[in-house]
């Protein structure tokens, strides 16, 4: 038997300093061109100009009648019915108008439109309740986009709009950042698959299909590596079989002082650790390595800290990697709802759930915070950084938080 070492060789980082670490090793992966019409999720690896000008020509706005201002309030003969699609063909000289719906392109020598509730026709004679100014109602060529102008800059999160902006503008292909593909494995003796029989002492894997989901939530393509006994030779063909496949592999457990906490020395063989401990709570286990361009992330074991620790740390190297610069969860001030006592020796990340109240964001507890309870990131839109020492926080007092998902409105 070997003894336990009483002291980590890996020098304790600050949370900057870790992610600066890891952002250090991390660019957008290669470009691909997708179909444009669902790639939202993806991020724009190219600028895109406006090829067209929108609309085309001028248009008309609403349902009503062409006709010129000049004629000011006098009576029109409606000469013609235009309808969205239709080119017009003719001219509506002085004293004509012609019956136009939403969308058609405005007829020559119309300069206006009158909407059809400001008028009443009759036997083909037309009277407005009002007169109107030259380029009333009239969408005008280029008044939504010109073109040539920048419509998206690259590293554009695509969504709904952009896909739509896309399509508007026919472009049916996109050039945007490969997605990574990310592998998964839990390590440990005691880990069980959980639709298996659960023997006494054995620990559901929940680590794995929880990072499995943070990996696809944050944009990415997950493959599991199923679970690594705590054993070296076992752990190293799971790593190696995770870097021939994936961009990066992420570990959880065995990342600590114990006998058989491995992961760090099967890292150390097959790459480069970049650190091996961050002071930060929970997941000071945390460890970063690289293995030629692949990164690696050894999670600790408790499932608040891998979860956690996947958000402070992993999150934004995977949104990095999608050409995502804006690769950080948004960063608010909010105000305690009751106290809350700090570590004394690291930042501790708190979860919370962050509600609108009154103007101010209000920060609530999720309850009990220890790495084990996953019930304590259940509901929770937000990581409290809870700076360390020995003064509790009182109620009203405020604090930072990340933002991990949506507000919660009361
Ligand atoms: P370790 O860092 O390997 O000593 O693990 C710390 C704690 O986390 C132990 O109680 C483990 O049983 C637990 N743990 C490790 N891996 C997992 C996992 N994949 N799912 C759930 N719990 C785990
Ligand atoms: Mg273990």
């Known amino acids: 038997m070997h003894e336990m070492p009483h002291e980590s060789p890996y020098p304790l980082v600050s949370i900057d300093e870790a992610q600066h670490l890891i952002l250090s090793h991390a660019a957008p992966?290669?470009?691909e061109e997708v179909d444009?019409?669902?790639a939202d999720g993806r991020v724009l690896a190219e600028t895109i100009r406006s090829p067209e000008a929108v609309p085309d020509s001028p248009r008309a706005a609403m349902d009503g009648y062409a006709l010129r201002a000049a004629d000011g309030l006098a009576e029109r003969r409606v000469v013609?019915?235009?309808t969205a699609g239709v080119t017009p063909n003719l001219v509506i000289g002085p004293g004509m108008a012609a019956r136009i719906m939403t969308g058609a392109p405005m007829p020559a020598g119309a300069d206006a439109m009158i909407p059809v509730e400001l008028t009443e026709e009759r036997d083909g004679v037309l009277r407005v309740q009002r007169a109107v100014r030259p380029g009333d109602y009239v969408h005008t060529a280029g008044q939504d986009i010109e073109r040539g102008a920048v419509v998206l800059e690259q590293g554009t999160l695509l969504g709904p709009p952009e896909v739509g902006l896309l399509a508007?503008?026919?472009?049916?292909?996109?050039?945007?950042?490969?997605?990574?593909?990310?592998?998964?494995?839990?390590?440990g003796d005691e880990i069980v698959e959980?639709?298996?029989?659960?023997?006494?002492g054995g620990v559901r894997d929940s680590n794995r299909y929880a990072l499995l989901a943070a990996v696809r939530e944050a944009g990415c393509t997950a493959r599991s590596l199923g679970i690594a006994r705590d054993d070296l030779a076992t752990q190293r063909e799971a790593v190696l079989r995770g870097l021939e496949q994936a961009d990066m592999l992420i570990t959880s457990g065995g990342a600590s002082m114990g006998t058989r906490d491995l992961i760090k020395t099967v890292l150390a063989e097959i790459g480069t650790i970049h650190f091996g401990r961050v002071a930060f709570k929970p997941g000071k286990p945390t460890t970063f390595a690289t293995a030629g361009d692949k990164l690696i992330f050894g999670l600790p074991g408790y499932p608040v800290s891998s979860l956690v620790s996947f958000e402070v740390f992993v999150r934004p190297a995977l949104r990095t990697l999608q050409?995502?610069?804006?690769p950080m969860r948004p960063r608010v001030r909010v105000t305690l709802a009751a106290p809350v006592h700090p570590a004394p020796d690291r930042p501790e990340y708190q979860r919370i759930m962050v509600r609108?109240?009154?103007?101010r964001l209000i920060a609530t507890t999720t309850g009990a915070q220890g790495s084990s309870r996953l019930l304590s990131l259940r509901g929770a839109n937000g990581l409290l950084?809870?700076?360390?020492?020995?003064?509790?926080?009182?109620?009203?007092a405020e604090l930072e938080a990340m933002l991990t998902g949506p507000l919660y409105d009361n």
Not at 168 to 187: C, D, F, H, Q, W
Not at 323 to 326: H, K, L, V
Not at 356 to 359: N, S
Not at 385 to 396: K, L, M, N, R, T
């Open 168 to 187: 508007a503008l026919g472009l049916t292909r996109a050039r945007v950042y490969r997605r990574p593909r990310v592998a998964v494995l839990s390590t």
């Open 385 to 396: 950084i809870v700076p360390p020492g020995d003064h509790e926080y009182p109620a009203g």
């Open 356 to 359: 609108r109240a009154g103007g």
């Open 36 to 38: 444009a019409l669902t």
């Open 29 to 31: 992966l290669e470009i």
């Open 194 to 200: 959980p639709g298996t029989p659960r023997p006494a």
């Open 80 to 82: 013609a019915e235009l």
């Open 323 to 326: 050409g995502d610069t804006r």
